[in-house]
């Protein structure tokens, strides 16, 4: 048994084909359109507001007579009126690991916008236990032994089990898939495991305001911390609005646009 922190890894995200946008441009006559975007997510998120109107100059359509100019003005003023649908293009892939299943059946109550693959405990079976240590159990140590005796002891009911079904020596891999099934169910809620998961750029800001806030639970909370600082300075455009508080020594991350 050991304790470990949940880890963020951010696999992927948006890209623009470079001939596709041209040849769109071309084809609307905004073919010297140019933007300071930061990022491709940043760059697509101006054009689809942009196409909206035709708002790439100003005459491209004749009732606009003047346009905002640059990424940051015209993703701030979006995120101002709440226009944000046009933030939904772009979609970010990470994977969490070393997070427990209390943390995935939180996460996935995210539904919109958002894609997930969960380590099957059906299949992986647990032979050593990993859990997160919050806090309070941290910090006191009679029920720090507490949580370690029983983390442990679950340990050995894996190992138990998994010798009196003599799983290794079984060679049906259904057989196994169900007894690993049936095993997991006396692990603890809290034992870590990995997850994917694929959000696009509305539904992040959302979970990030939702997850880091003081009432939501401490693992979550720690983990969309992190989520946060990597893609801050990534999407500065779509995340310059944001402040920083901390709160019970995690960061709380707010902003005056909630929910766009
Ligand atoms: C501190 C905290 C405590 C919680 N406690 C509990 C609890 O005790 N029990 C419990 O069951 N859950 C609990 N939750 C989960 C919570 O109720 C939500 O299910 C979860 O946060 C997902 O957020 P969301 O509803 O905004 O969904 P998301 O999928 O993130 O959706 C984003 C937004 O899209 C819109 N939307 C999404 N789906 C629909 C839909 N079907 N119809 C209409 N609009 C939609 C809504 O405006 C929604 O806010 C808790 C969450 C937090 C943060």
């Known amino acids: 048994m050991k304790f470990v922190e949940p880890k963020v890894f951010l696999v992927g995200e948006t890209r623009i084909i470079e001939e596709g946008l041209q040849a769109y441009l071309r084809h609307v006559g905004a073919e010297d359109w140019s933007t300071d975007a930061p990022s491709d997510s940043e760059r697509l998120c101006e054009v689809m507001g942009r196409l909206c109107y035709r708002s790439f100059k100003p005459g491209l359509n004749p009732n606009v007579t003047r346009v905002r100019e640059g990424n940051e003005t015209y993703l ?76 442990e002891k679950l340990e050995e009911v894996q190992a138990e089990l998994a010798r009196v079904y003599a799983i290794d020596d079984e060679k049906q891999f259904n057989v196994k898939k169900k007894l690993t099934s049936a095993f997991r169910r006396v692990a ?28 939501a639970e401490e693992e979550i909370r720690v983990v969309f911390g992190m989520v946060y600082e990597l893609v801050r300075n990534r999407y500065p455009s779509l995340m310059g609005d944001y402040e920083v508080e901390m709160a019970d020594g995690l960061p709380w991350v707010k902003t005056a646009h909630r929910k766009v």
């Open 188 to 215: 603890p809620d809290g034992v870590a495991t990995t997850i994917g998961w694929s959000c696009n750029l509305r539904s992040l800001r959302h979970v990030i305001e939702m997850r880091t806030e003081p009432s």
């Open 76 to 151: 701030r003023h979006i995120l101002e009126v709440g226009h944000g649908s046009v933030i939904e293009h772009p979609v970010l892939n990470f994977v969490f690991a070393d997070v427990s299943r209390v943390f995935t059946h939180e996460l996935v109550r995210h539904r919109a916008g958002t894609a997930m693959s969960q380590e099957s405990l059906r299949f992986v079976r647990l032979d050593r236990l990993s859990a997160y240590c919050p806090t309070h159990i941290r910090e006191n140590e009679a029920g720090m032994e507490i949580f370690s005796r029983t983390l």
